[in-house]
């Protein structure tokens, strides 16, 4: 059964930090573009990230462009998203997808998706 299952979210202060992880599960994911997208009730869904699998191009929205990072390691079938400087304007549910090899923007190519952590930053 393929499965993404996101973790790492919590209640964080602002400029304070959080690690998200994707863990992969069913489906390897040497051959997969990992993106991670957020989303305020609301509002429409924000693609924030993504890493290609093949050159490991990465991309970033400009809203977090300098604050986060992703990362993918192939050996423990794991994405992550490190956040740094957090604002609140960060809060959201954060969603992490995979889809064949190359990043999109378009969150429609994503085959898979997570179940989403909450991530709040608040004082």
């Not at 809060?91 to 909450?118: E, H, I, L």
């Amino acid at each position: 059964q393929v499965q993404l299952v996101e973790s790492g979210g919590g209640l964080v202060q602002p400029g304070g930090s959080l690690r998200l992880s994707c863990k992969a599960s069913g489906f390897s994911l040497d051959y997969a573009a990992i993106g991670w997208f957020r989303q305020v009730p609301g509002k429409e869904r924000e693609g924030i990230s993504c890493i290609s699998s093949n050159d490991g191009a990465i991309l970033y929205a400009d809203s977090v462009k300098g604050r986060f990072t992703i990362s993918r390691d192939n050996a423990k079938n794991t994405a992550y998203l490190e956040m740094n400087s957090l604002k609140p304007e960060d809060t959201a549910v954060y969603y992490c997808a995979s889809k064949w090899r190359f990043c999109v923007k378009n969150s429609d190519n994503y085959m898979s998706w997570g179940q989403g952590t909450q991530v709040t930053v608040s004082s």
